[in-house]
């Protein structure tokens, strides 16, 4: 059974930082692509950061590269979303969601993952 627990969020101020962590369970990383994605208040759900199980590479949005990463535990079964220089933009709920060995991840697209977590909310605010 396919299981994403997010954790990490809250609440913090411009230019601070904050590291999100996705717990799953019931799936590797060896077949599936592991991806974060976020929603704001009104806005359609965007992809933010993705690691595919093809390569292992770390695949970001335009919006965040250069300030977000992606850190994975093995032992823990985590990924981290690393979160650095946040700005007001940046607030969201953000969601983990995985995929079966398929494109959708690798180009950030929410609609063809499936499997997603309950998220955890971040607010970007002084």
């Known amino acids: 059974q396919v299981q994403l627990v997010e954790s990490g969020g809250g609440k913090v101020q411009p230019g601070g930082s904050l590291r999100l962590s996705c717990e799953f369970s019931?799936?590797?990383?060896?077949?599936?692509?592991l991806g974060w994605f976020r929603q704001a208040p009104g806005k359609e759900r965007e992809g933010v950061a993705c690691?595919?199980?093809?390569?292992?590479?770390?695949y970001y949005g335009d919006s965040v590269k250069g300030r977000f990463s992606l850190l994975r535990d093995n032992a823990k079964n985590t990924v981290y979303l690393q979160m650095n220089s946040l700005k007001p933009e940046d607030t969201a709920v953000y969601y983990c969601a995985t995929e079966f060995d398929g494109p959708n991840c690798l180009f950030l697209r929410p609609d063809g993952m499936h499997y997603w977590g309950k998220g955890t909310s971040v607010t970007v605010s002084s």
């Open positions: 019931g799936f590797t990383l060896d077949h599936y692509s």
């Open positions: 690691i595919s199980n093809r390569d292992g590479n770390g």
